[in-house]
């Protein structure tokens, strides 16, 4: 139940392509949905964020979308660019009062091609 | 305005000695979170700290690892005795105390163990 369920592991796009990626969890309790992306030897960015009460949310070429009757959300990256070559990790946060421990999924590694 | 720093960025232990890593918050941040990453996978969830208060340390091995985030000072996660399986990226993130579920994410230390 404390489970964070995310695909694919990979994905190639072309330029200017809609990269999707999607994660899963079961907690209902769940309250705070962030996506992370990570380059080669650097630490996570937060990129964009998002909480149960909102079905979308747009920051640039990033939006979530989020289902809470499936429990599932998605980032979509918009005119994807040979820059948003990274590893993307969606996270959760269970609900223990106080303490936002993220639950990461296991990252999507993302190549758009030139 | 600094992000989190985590220094060293690089750090080789052979079998039994002890490892140190420190970090220190974003300025005006009072909550800082460790999380391991092995190769390949995901963060997990170590240990959250306050000032001078280890908040919830269930991610923590029972043994050979401690973290103390003093009154004044860097955050410390210190591994005794250190094994092969120990090699891994340790980040840690830290938040505002208004928005404590925003976290922000260090550079990272990476431990080797020969």
């Not at chain 1, 149960?52 to 939006?63: A, I, L, N, Q």
């Not at chain 2, 190769?39 to 401690?66: A, H, T, W």
């Not at chain 2, 103390?68 to 250190?82: N, T, W």
Request: net charge positive; hydrophobic share 30%; glycine share 8%.
């Amino acid at each position: 139940q404390q489970q964070v369920k995310q695909s694919p592991q990979s994905l190639i796009v072309q330029k200017g392509g809609i990269p999707i990626i999607n994660c899963a969890y079961e907690n209902t309790a769940f309250d705070y949905f962030p996506w992370y992306q990570q380059f080669p030897g650097k630490g996570p960015a937060l990129l964009i964020a998002i909480r149960p009460d909102v079905s979308e949310k747009k920051e640039g070429r990033f939006t979530i979308s989020f289902n809470k009757s499936a429990k599932q959300f998605s980032l979509h990256i918009m005119d994807s660019q040979p820059g948003d070559s990274a590893t993307y990790f969606c996270a959760a946060s269970p609900p223990t009062s106080g303490t936002y421990k993220y639950i990461f999924g296991t990252g999507t590694r993302l190549k758009v091609l030139a | 305005n600094a992000g989190v720093m985590q220094n060293p960025r690089h750090l080789v232990r052979r079998r039994g000695q002890e490892a140190r890593l420190r970090c220190s918050p974003m300025k005006g941040h009072s909550h800082v979170y460790w999380y391991r990453q092995l190769p390949e996978e995901g963060l997990k969830f170590m240990v959250y700290l306050q000032k001078e208060n280890i908040i919830d340390e269930s991610g923590m091995p029972k043994e050979r690892f401690s973290a103390e985030f003093p009154k004044e000072g860097p955050s410390i996660l210190r591994i005794q005795q250190v094994v092969r399986g120990d090699s891994a990226a340790y980040f840690c993130a830290s938040s505002p105390r208004q928005t404590f579920y925003e976290q922000y994410f260090g550079p990272g230390t990476r431990l080797t163990v020969t």
